[in-house]
């Protein structure tokens, strides 16, 4: 009797621990890939999500399917340039049983970022001092405006 105890408890610790679902993002990653591998494969047939909002797609599709958890979407070194809002709703929650984490990749440096390019930059001076300069029909136009400038990827002007 003593020794089926712990095989009890073994079987029973095994049957309730459930094994997170992890999706990885990466900037070499693809969106009709399964994102369940952190880097491409060597066929390049698999790997990575490109993007983060494919990724919170992918656990809203488990859940719908009845699967609840817990979920981690592990972000991949790099910058990661976001089309459009990354929009979380309600069903994007997770719970202190089965939480959803999104996290950087172990060891690794990751930036989410929607901001856009700006093209045809030349350099010119103002003021004596360098400046950048270039003409943007959209802002020239009313139709887009700045709230935030930054000349690399990181605010403090270095690069990851």
């Known amino acids: 009797m003593r020794t089926s105890l712990p095989i009890l408890v ?5 049957f309730s621990l459930q094994a997170a679902t992890t999706f990885y993002v990466a900037p070499n990653g693809r969106d009709d890939w399964s994102g369940l591998l952190p880097a491409p494969n060597d066929a390049k047939t698999d790997g990575p999500f490109l993007s983060p909002a494919r990724a919170r797609d992918g ?9 609840a958890g817990p ?3 592990e972000l ?3 910058f990661h340039a976001l089309s459009e809002t ?3 709703t309600p069903e994007d929650s997770g719970t202190p049983q089965d939480p959803i984490i999104w996290r950087a990749y ?7 970022s929607g901001g856009r390019p700006i093209p045809g930059l030349t350099e010119t001076s103002a003021g004596g001092k360098r400046a950048w300069k270039t003409t943007l029909p959209e ?11 930054f000349a690399s990827p990181r605010r403090d002007g270095a690069f990851l």
């Open 86 to 88: 990354l929009l979380f």
């Open 106 to 112: 172990p060891g690794e440096k990751a930036m989410m």
């Open 59 to 67: 656990i809203r599709a488990i859940k719908k399917n009845g699967v």
């Open 139 to 149: 802002v020239r136009d009313g139709r887009w405006f700045f709230r935030q400038l």
């Open 10 to 14: 073994l079987l029973w610790l095994g």
């Open 76 to 78: 991949c070194g790099g």
């Open 71 to 73: 979920f981690a979407v």
